[in-house]
């Protein structure tokens, strides 16, 4: 019993957290509803959109404004050309407004305009370059004079205002905020239907004072809008970055520690934003070839060549990793790529050196057998360098004065670390235990 409380209570909680809604002062008319749409549009904020549709559409609001800043979309023109249809066919009027000031409206997603029965803009916003029209049913391709220039441009409101490709145009300011946008749908008839989203009284000065209905407002919930944000190309990439390099470091260190863990999850979070994506397979093999460079370095607890290489690998997969879109750019800003490449390459040849010798402070466990065992100095021991034991490099360094010359057979006493204690085969005692 104790347990299906409790699933339901937090299934209550989430259905809370996912619409997310919260309501002006009430009024006698019936409300206007208002979805927040931001960020690239994705499978998420699709799903979003056609629950807000049936909602509206269930509950008898009056009508229905997305609030879209969106710089493009990265599902498929089937999957768009679905939600299209999908807002053509809404019982409830569907208004667009891009907005905020600022805000864009670009990709596959500016073809919803086509779709809402009304559309407006902000002040300092943006739209077009919506590349060909989709084929979606219902659904009519009409932006007045500026049909060829919204496929391949983008325009601002004024120059949306004067070729007709808006809806409703408003003042020659556009419509600013929200509650302009209310204003604006009064009196509109939308397929039979007038609304009535003002209120008119007079008020104690005798002048008439015009209210909006009130307006209830929608978002993404916690756990949603967590996915799409880790769906956006510069978190997915820096998720990814993240966990490979922790994993990295905790496959070096004795046991499962938090970075492991960290690494894991930052993973998982990548690996989702991998999969919603545009990627190009290439660049991310090059991404995954570059993390097996780096471990080649780690084992020897020093930066050498393969360091280098694997720099070299994960710059040219991160520039490319992501493609482009109906002419969408989805590559990270240089500020991004700089944090991931330049983390990076601090991590693999200042700090995961550093830290794996400090894990490793302790005597080394279960690395006893190579105690006895030979091997070939790679180069020139003086103290240290790397050699050759059982086909694996390692780190080494010889307490002899006299260096030990490259390509001389060694005689492994005694482990330090990740650090092999040599002496060279010729002059050394006869047996290891010997030294002392």
């Known amino acids: 019993m104790r347990k299906l409380i409790l699933a339901v209570t937090l299934g209550g909680l989430i259905l809370m957290g996912a619409q997310n809604a919260s309501a002006e002062e009430e009024s006698s008319l019936p409300t206007v509803d208002v979805q927040e749409v ?23 609001s009056q009508a229905l404004v ?16 679905v939600l299209l ?10 208004a667009i407004w891009v907005g905020p000031s600022g805000s864009r409206l670009y990709g596959l997603a500016a073809q919803l305009l086509a779709a809402a029965d009304v559309t407006a803009m902000a002040p300092g916003t943006r739209i077009g370059n919506m590349g060909t029209p989709l084929n979606a049913e219902g659904v009519t391709f009409d932006f007045g004079k500026s049909t060829e220039i919204l496929q391949g441009n983008t325009m ?5 205002r004067k070729t007709g490709a808006l809806k409703f145009s408003g003042s020659d300011e556009g419509v600013p905020v929200m509650k302009n946008m ?21 008020g104690a000065d005798g002048q008439i004072e015009r209210e909006a209905t009130s307006v209830r407002f929608f978002k993404l919930g916690l756990v949603p809008r967590l996915f799409h944000t880790v769906s956006s190309p510069p978190v997915t990439f820096l998720f990814l970055t993240i966990g490979l390099a922790l994993l ?34 290439f660049a991310l093999a ?68 550093s830290m794996t010798r400090t894990r490793f402070a302790t005597p080394t466990i279960g690395r006893e057998w190579m105690i006895g065992a030979q091997g070939v100095a790679l180069e020139e021991l003086a103290p240290g360098g790397t050699v050759r034991v059982h086909e694996g490099s390692w780190r ?37 235990r010997e030294r002392h």
């Open 38 to 60: 931001s960020g690239l549009l994705d499978e998420i904020q699709a799903q979003a959109m056609e629950d807000a549709i049936e909602r509206s559409s269930g509950e008898g």
């Open 156 to 160: 601002g409101f004024a120059d949306a």
């Open 286 to 353: 090059a991404i995954l070839f570059a993390m097996l460079a780096f471990s080649v370095d780690v084992q020897v607890g020093v930066p050498r060549f393969w360091t280098g290489v694997g720099l070299a690998s994960f710059s040219a997969g991160s520039l490319f990793l992501f493609r482009d879109v109906d002419s969408m750019n989805l590559r990270p800003s240089w500020i991004t790529l700089l944090v991931g490449i330049g983390g990076l390459a601090l991590t693999f040849i200042v700090g995961m050196p």
């Open 85 to 94: 249809e999908r807002v053509a066919a809404a019982k409830v009027p569907v």
């Open 248 to 281: 990295i470091f905790e496959f070096f260190t004795a046991g499962i520690g938090i970075a492991g863990l960290v690494g894991a999850v930052c993973s998982v979070f990548g690996s989702f934003g991998l999969g919603v994506l545009p990627v190009n397979g």
């Open 182 to 202: 209310i204003f604006a749908l009064d009196g509109l008839s939308i397929n039979g239907k007038v609304l009535d989203t003002v209120t008119e009284k007079v």
């Open 66 to 81: 997305f609030q879209m800043n969106t710089r493009g979309s990265v599902l498929s023109r089937e999957r768009v050309a």
């Open 396 to 432: 080494a360094r010889t307490n002899r004065a006299t260096p030990i010359p490259a390509g001389s057979a060694v005689n492994v006493v005694a482990i330090d670390g990740i650090t092999l204690e040599v002496e060279p085969i010729e002059g050394a005692a006869r047996d290891y």
